[in-house]
């Protein structure tokens, strides 16, 4: 888990803004993700990334988007097409099949 | 697709006794069933995982155990003390799948 970094730790997003999530890893894991959870909710699979440059769709896509330039980075960009953003956002990596870990999370708010 | 179904949603028990968390998969494909412990504005935790070709696995006061058969596992918690209070998420896999699925989390609550 040390591995993993998430930025900012809180994140305030304007009406009609985009915002992005910052997501690394130095645990040269191929697979990343992004999950929602939602206050005593579960986890919402948005987007993963099995290898670089490649990306699908969860659940929960819409309003979202992903880049997988980097193996270490999976970066979440929250735009303004997603209308209830406020929510516990986790990044988390692993090898396919196997267990995942997860970085210590971004809370965004809406102001 | 898979679904996991977990069950109590939350669960309150007296220190010193156990607790039993339930979690019931779809897919007989699945291999792979990881528990996550998530305490209140952290992030999952991985305490325990078990693979299908084992039945029990132990690790000090927890344990998992899996029936194929019914397509169903759970995690055991002896002794608890309150530091056990969080969230408890189970979660299932298969080879070549790159996604867990995740069971719905039980809340619990050990009282002093």
């Known amino acids: 888990d040390g591995g993993i970094t998430q930025s900012p730790k809180y994140l305030f997003r304007k009406e009609g803004q985009n915002v992005t999530l910052s997501c690394e890893q130095n645990l040269n894991h191929d697979a990343m993700y992004w999950y929602r959870q939602d206050p005593g909710q579960g986890l919402r699979l948005i987007y993963y990334s099995q290898i670089v440059n490649d990306f699908q769709k969860g659940d929960i896509a819409e309003g979202y988007s992903v880049s997988r330039e980097k193996k270490e980075s999976f970066p979440l960009t929250v735009t303004s097409a997603q209308k209830n953003p406020t929510a516990f956002y986790l990044c988390a990596t692993g090898q396919g099949g196997e267990t995942q870990y997860f970085g210590p999370g971004t809370r965004l708010l809406v102001l | 697709g898979e679904n996991v179904e977990q069950h109590p949603s939350t669960l309150s028990v007296q220190e010193g006794d156990s607790a039993v968390i339930k979690c019931t998969y779809s897919d007989s494909a699945s291999n792979y069933f990881p528990w996550y412990k998530q305490e209140l504005g952290k992030r999952p935790q991985l305490i325990i995982d078990?693979?299908?070709?084992?039945g029990e696995k132990k690790d000090q006061r927890i344990a998992v155990t899996l029936n194929k058969t019914a397509k169903h596992f759970s995690l055991h918690i002896t002794e608890t003390q309150p530091e056990d209070s969080a969230v408890y998420f189970c979660a299932a896999s298969w080879d070549s799948s790159y996604k867990l699925i995740f069971g719905s989390g039980t809340r619990l609550l050990v009282r002093p």
């Open positions: 078990i693979r299908s070709n084992v």
